[in-house]
């Protein structure tokens, strides 16, 4: 027997909808013809995503051993138990829904522990474009590539220029795929992108941005946004990074490689930082993850927990819309969700 299940895309922080199709003998994703972000259409990386779902994690390992998940929480809590809690750092993100977020923090919090949330550079912005804006503008200024990057965002960039809107982008390289919808293309340092443009930004235009070399970078970008009363909508690499950020303020980069210089050992709630961040220096690293990543190759110690197809939660989206979604495929009793192993690890603590 075939099933259709409704849930939310986990690759970025559009906020697409996705329907799962299901039977016996095989799952998959499929579009959400009623969504009302996506309206029925999906990108490879919606698509793809059912992938986290299949290729979950099936065991514990601990120090390169497979092990069942009692064990492996056990390890975990000796190796906290073990060390100063300020040499101790947790690191969540926006793969993990507001729940998650939640008890994280307050997990974090009750034991003194440092909390990492990292944004790619970018922060929260109390006041965020919606994309009926950026539909509407008439003017949109994109730093970085969102038609690549975060396609169903660069659908209504489509729809301004349709609309009559100048498109005026700056990539990170040449073949940046928003140039060809641009009337004006740049590669340019931000600071110096946005004093080119300081005097066509007013309060008709829209900054749409998913990429910066630096913190400093996205401070300029919100004080150009404000100062010319233009609106401003960061697009994030992670379904709840904005969920996240109202719960936990962001860190930049370099705070980040300052707190992991001092940590022992390192908490990574679903997220993969191995690829931007030296981890190899810190003596011990748990990884709770649905699925195998570079992070988790890089662990002492993983734990499994459900995929977002095997929890309820919710994922706030880029423009601040905060969706709910429900169990969507088989779930595996087996493992643990993320806060079910939070109240574990905080009642042996």
């Known amino acids: 027997m075939v099933e259709i299940k409704h849930t939310l895309c ?11 199709i299901s039977d016996a003998d095989d799952i998959d994703t499929y579009p959400y013809k009623r ?6 259409k999906n990108c490879l990386n919606g698509r793809n995503s059912i992938e986290i779902y299949k290729n979950k994690i099936a065991k514990a390992v601990v120090s390169n051993s497979e092990a069942d998940c009692d064990k492996a929480i056990e390890s975990v809590v000796q190796g906290l138990k073990s060390k100063d809690s300020d040499k101790i750092t947790v690191i969540c993100s926006g793969n993990n829904t507001n729940d998650e977020i939640e008890a994280i923090k307050n997990f974090a919090e009750a034991q003194n522990y ?45 729809h301004a220029k349709q609309n009559g809107a100048t498109i005026v982008s700056n990539g990170l390289t040449a073949e940046s795929v928003t140039f060809n919808i641009s009337d004006e293309c740049s590669n340019l340092p931000v600071g110096e992108f946005l004093a080119n443009i300081k005097g066509q930004l007013d309060d008709s235009s829209v900054i749409v941005v998913n990429y910066v070399d630096s913190y400093g970078d996205f401070a300029q970008i919100v004080d150009a946004a404000k100062s010319a009363n233009a609106k401003i909508l960061p697009m994030y690499s992670k379904p709840n990074t904005k969920g996240a950020l109202n719960v936990a303020g962001a860190k930049s980069k370099d705070e980040v490689v300052e707190i992991l210089s001092n940590t022992d050992v390192l908490l990574v709630f679903n997220d993969d930082i191995a690829d931007e961040f030296d981890i190899k220096s810190i003596s011990t690293v748990v990884s709770f993850s649905p699925c195998e990543n570079e992070t988790t190759k890089a662990s002492q ?10 929890i309820e939660g919710s994922f706030t989206n880029a423009m601040g819309t905060t969706q709910e979604f429900a169990p969507a495929a088989e779930i595996c009793e087996d493992v643990l969700s993320e806060v079910e192993i939070i109240e574990k690890l905080q009642g042996e603590l």
């Open 10 to 20: 986990p690759s970025c922080s559009v906020g697409c909808g996705i329907s799962i």
């Open 35 to 40: 969504h009302p972000v996506n309206e029925g």
């Open 114 to 158: 440092n909390l990492i949330v990292y944004a790619d550079n970018m922060d929260n912005c109390d006041d965020v474009a919606s994309y009926d804006d950026v539909e509407a503008a008439s003017k949109v200024f994109v730093i970085g590539d969102i038609l690549y990057e975060n396609p169903l965002a660069g659908r209504r960039i489509v």
């Open 301 to 310: 110690i993983v734990v499994p927990v459900r995929s977002w197809l095997e």
